[in-house]
């Protein structure tokens, strides 16, 4: 299996703080069945920014100390960048990490509380580029809870989708838990990510997280979500099939939220129409 969202690097981030943490984290993640693990620290749009050149050299530390520890895991290179307008001229100018440095996929974070105005435009302005943005964790996103069909927009206009996989069992509350089981039942999630920062509590923390995911989604999907989906990614190519994108699994409070928010929208467009 493929872990396609990690913060394993020590010193870059608010994940591993040193060597024997990330360590620690690696042997977890490789318990629960991960052999590839694609490091990506969180970059910002600020004075000192962590450079491509910096994470490839913390890898490098980071491979040398797993062979010493003889532990059977490959780290690939990456980033989670957190959106901002001017992303495209960064990743022309090389200044930011594809995931696992193909120059045909990036990892990219929404604020949590709200979607800036000028996402539509970023995800774009990349797409033209020929570069696919990989939305981490959209059931994380508080604005999202009662909107999923942004969700079911943004897949059908493909952009890839990144499920936490711990937030299945309510890692992060109980509203990221009932998305995530309406993005899984809706086959919204492309990929998987452990989004791990530290060493678990629990060594059984990953390993429940992917049981649940499986019996929600079935085999097939299970192996498509964990290995052949994030492969495929790596090696720079699209996604096999045509998906047709549907919600399912709403409830019936959601799905009168879901058309009082369409309904709101739909007439406050109108009014701004006749001003």
């Known amino acids: 299996m493929l872990d ?9 981030d608010d994940g591993s703080k040193n060597m024997a943490e990330t360590l620690g984290m690696v042997r977890q993640l490789h318990a629960a069945g991960f052999k590839t693990l694609i490091a990506t620290p969180h970059v910002l ?9 910096e994470i490839l050299f913390t890898i490098e530390k980071v491979r040398k100390c797993l062979a010493e520890a003889e532990i059977p895991v490959e780290i690939l290179p990456g980033a989670e960048v957190y959106i901002f ?10 200044k930011l990490l594809t995931l ?8 990219l974070e929404l604020p949590l509380l709200e979607i800036p105005d000028f996402t539509e435009q970023v995800f774009f302005e990349l797409q033209v ?12 996103y508080r604005s999202l809870y009662d909107q999923p069909e942004r969700v079911l927009d943004w897949a059908r206009k493909g952009i890839i989708l990144q499920l936490d996989l711990r937030s299945i069992r309510g890692y992060y509350g ?9 993005m899984l039942k809706s086959d919204l999630s492309h990929v998987l990510g452990s989004d791990s920062h530290r060493v678990a509590d629990s060594e059984l923390s990953y390993l429940e997280g992917l049981q649940s ?11 498509e ?9 790596l090696e720079g190519n699209p996604l096999p099939g045509e998906r047709n994108y549907s919600l399912r699994g709403l409830s019936a409070k959601k799905k009168k939220q879901r058309f009082w928010n369409l309904f709101v929208n739909y007439f406050s467009k109108s009014e701004l129409n006749d001003i």
């Open 4 to 12: 396609l969202h990690s913060h394993i690097l020590p010193w870059l």
């Open 45 to 53: 749009e600020v004075r000192d920014f962590l450079s491509p050149a």
């Open 85 to 94: 307008p001017d992303m495209v001229k960064w990743v022309r100018e090389r």
């Open 100 to 107: 696992g440095d193909k120059g045909k996929y990036i990892l």
């Open 129 to 140: 580029l020929g570069i696919t943005p990989v939305l981490a964790h959209p059931e994380r």
């Open 174 to 182: 109980p509203q990221a838990r009932q998305l995530a089981e309406i």
């Open 213 to 223: 995911i499986k019996e929600i989604v079935g085999k097939t999907r299970y192996h």
């Open 225 to 233: 979500l964990t290995s052949l989906n994030p492969q495929t990614l």
